[in-house]
């Protein structure tokens, strides 16, 4: 495996479920980070990892509950979520230093039914 | 708030160049100019950054104008698997990971 995978690429869930998105990177990265795309939205930033240390929560709800054992994997606990939580969620990694470009994976669709 | 303006939507023919521009007239002198792109269903990719020479690799080249408030990428010979949304992307220098802040970028459609 090379670049930056995802799973599941597709993802159905009710509101009362609980399940989770895994990102591994195996590019030797440091940085992590998650996005959510919404329909007919720009990518939002949700969530940084620096070094396996959040550095960033950009307002996110707490139903969204990101984890990272280490540099090379992240994962997205979702649990009560909402249906206007629909959206491509994405992960990305980077060198954790200023202007290093992010390499993204190729996302998980997640509809909450 | 995105920092910087494109137009919605672009055509252009298959193997003429593709020019797409970006307005970002608030621009500070930190502050990099970056493409992305993203073809449908997958995630954004890297496609180049530049300051204020411009620059060239194998997938495009940017040109920045000298007051740095407006910038052109150029694919060269667009190909139909060049369609595309483009994302031009101004760089924050806030915080240790400096950002990306996505606007809606450029759809581009080349066309047969």
């Known amino acids: 495996e090379t670049g930056v995978t995802q799973t599941p690429r597709h993802l159905v869930m009710g509101m009362t479920n609980k399940k989770s998105l895994k990102c591994e990177q195996h590019?030797?990265?440091?940085?992590m980070y998650w996005y959510k795309q919404s329909a007919k939205k720009p990518l939002e930033l949700m969530f940084v990892?620096?070094?396996?240390?959040?550095?960033e929560n950009n307002s996110v709800p707490s139903r969204f509950s990101p984890e990272c054992p280490n540099s090379s994997h992240l994962f997205l606990h979702l649990h009560t979520l909402q249906p206007e939580d629909s959206a491509l969620y994405l992960c990305?990694?980077?060198?954790?230093?200023?202007?290093?470009?992010?390499?993204f994976g190729p996302g998980t669709r997640l509809t909450v039914l | 708030d995105a920092k910087t303006t494109q137009p919605t939507s672009m055509d252009c023919a298959e193997g003429r160049a593709a020019n797409l521009p970006c307005n970002h007239s608030?621009?500070?002198?930190?502050?990099?100019v970056y493409w992305y792109r993203q073809i449908h269903s997958q995630g954004p990719q890297y496609i180049i950054h530049?300051?204020?020479n411009n620059e060239t690799n194998e997938m495009a080249s940017l040109i920045i104008t000298e007051d740095r408030k407006s910038s052109t990428l150029i694919l060269p010979h667009a190909t139909l698997r060049d369609t595309a949304v483009y994302y031009c992307?101004?760089?924050?220098?806030?915080?240790?990971?400096?950002?990306?802040?996505f606007g809606k970028g450029t759809k581009l459609s080349v066309k047969p």
């Open positions: 990305a990694s980077s060198q954790p230093s200023l202007y290093n470009e992010q390499f």
């Open positions: 590019l030797g990265h440091n940085a």
């Open positions: 990892y620096n070094f396996k240390e959040q550095t």
């Open positions: 608030t621009i500070s002198g930190n502050e990099y």
């Open positions: 530049g300051l204020k």
């Open positions: 992307i101004v760089r924050p220098s806030r915080g240790s990971q400096g950002n990306l802040i």
